[in-house]
């Protein structure tokens, strides 16, 4: 499917260059003599929701008093739940002043009143209708002021990741923002925004030790299918523990002195954790939980049968394991390191993570499909306990215990070493 959108300004004499965020989409106008040109478009072969539009303007571009600032595109069809992002520089104006945006959309015209910043600021606006196929244009201005824009996006979902995971697909229960073709964010009750999560496909893989080289407790290497869910991009962040903790006046889990902020939150316990999820789920509307098991490890093998995601070799580039090398001597910000096949960040190393399953021993006797795998017997409880199993090593783990295989546990108390992030299933 290709899309081509057309950019045009309404400023007084200059030349500018403007380069999408997509590395292949390039525009150039030339507001002296009115051209503007398209020097290169984008084919979108997916049936996923997508980014309709997201043009970097670089330096900040000034809109002068009384001028608009347009967009126009065109889309081959109607898309839903559409929002327009704007980040804008806070030029000098009377605080009560706001920015007028207009959105054109066939015969509807809503206008949006952005207040002013105090300094370059990014805000967001939901429209109040989807946007139709065909041509579309947005205009931004300020009608008795200077405008500062640093960039425009227009983010649109189709229905199909919109409603991912709702147990009631007639209704909306919480609004979804598409941030790219396989990743969103739920917005919460207090109008910001849970985890961004990553859409993961079905499939199958051979989970444990395939290398032969594992543990005892990787053995027996056994064949799993996996049904479509969406696992969260990073390891749950401080800042977004901190507000769960807020919210239910909770204590707040100690740092180490290692930073808050975008670093992994740790001194969780699994119970801790299991309830951010559920606090999760009830501000959103929807069942987010940790992962089983074996959705965590074909999450980190992202496609691949090798010791780690990247190779069957080490590389302390890739992951925040034990060592200096990495640069880290404790946790690094979530993102740090490179994301795997399925642009999932840090599955290897920073924090080892809970998953939702009980320990067990080995894999004898395992499913063969995505469930959380429960004990079998009053038994078999007793002998395991609180145990409760924790994947993908941390940064204080040497490479062996940091592979895609490697499988550690713990009783449910906190640690410094351990962290979590979250599941959304159909």
Known sequence: MRYLFILFLIIDSMSIWAKSTDQNLLYSADISTGEVRLMGDVTL??????KILSIDFGPIWQVEAGQLMGLRFHLPK??????L??????????NNTEVMAILAQGNHIQRLHVAAPKALQTRFYELDQPLPGGDNV???GGPDHDLGIQSVTIECTTSSLATFGKTDKSTESAIRVVSSPNSFRDRIKDESFGPEMVLIPAGQFQMGDIQGDGYDDEKPAHSVSISAFAM???EITFAEYDQFVQATDRQEPADEGWGRDKHPVINVSWDDAVAYTEWLSKQIGETYRLPSEAQWEYAARAGTDTKYWWANEWDNTQANCQGKEDSFQYTAPVGTFSANTFGLYDMLGNVREWVADPWHKNYGGAFH???IWNYKDEE???EMGKHRPLRGGSWNEVPKDCRVSSRDWNIIVDNRTIGFRVVLVE
């Open 380 to 382: 078999e409880q007793q």
């Open 138 to 140: 947005l205009k931004l």
């Open 78 to 83: 109607a898309m839903e739940y559409c929002r």
């Open 232 to 234: 969260s991009k990073y």
């Open 85 to 94: 992002k704007v980040r804008e520089f806070g030029m000098p104006r009377p």
């Open 369 to 371: 499909d995505d469930r």
């Open 45 to 50: 072969e997916t049936e996923l929701p997508i």
